[in-house]
């Protein structure tokens, strides 16, 4: 894949907001809240498929080679083992397939990536829950059920994930037209 500096910039940029994302968390039971979801949607929204999952592979990476970026202000190989990591690994796979729904035949409606962005939370759920579940039952000997992990690592966080999907699918349908006439005048 070929890179433009235009686009190593905006990646790196889409990085550095997940991290700062990461740094405006609410600490809560299991999981804190934060907008790294937010800004995880949006890099897939806006840079694509391809270039969204690099931005949230970047930043996962970042974290685990010691920077302190994740929640907490915490980062290492260690985060492996931190409940919350199995999100982070959703990140990147939300991004994707958030840009690959979004990008699909050019048509950026509301509706569309609005139903991109609710596809996108569930894929990081996907992820992050059963990760969680295993870590805290497994590493962290702290015997919970799936539903309490389902419970204490989802359904809490729907009302204000889908508070982002709307937030993120707003801002999505005034940018992607900007990029698009940008990318059309180059």
Known sequence: MKISTRDMVLVSLFTALTAIGAFLS???GNVPISLQSLFTILSGLILGAKLGSLSQL???ILGLAGVKIF???SGGPQSIFSHSFGFLIGFIFASYVVGL???NNGDFTFKKIFLATLVGTLVIYTFGV????VILNKILLKKISFITALKTGCIIFLPGD?????ISSYVATKI???TIKETQIR
Request: hydrophobic share 55%; glycine share 4%; proline share 12%.
């Open 130 to 133: 059963p990760y969680m579940y």
């Open 71 to 73: 929640v907490g202000f």
């Open 176 to 178: 992607i037209p900007l």
């Open 58 to 60: 970047i930043y996962v």
């Open 162 to 166: 889908i508070l982002k999907c709307f």
């Open 101 to 103: 729904i979004t990008h």
């Open 26 to 28: 609410i600490p809560i």
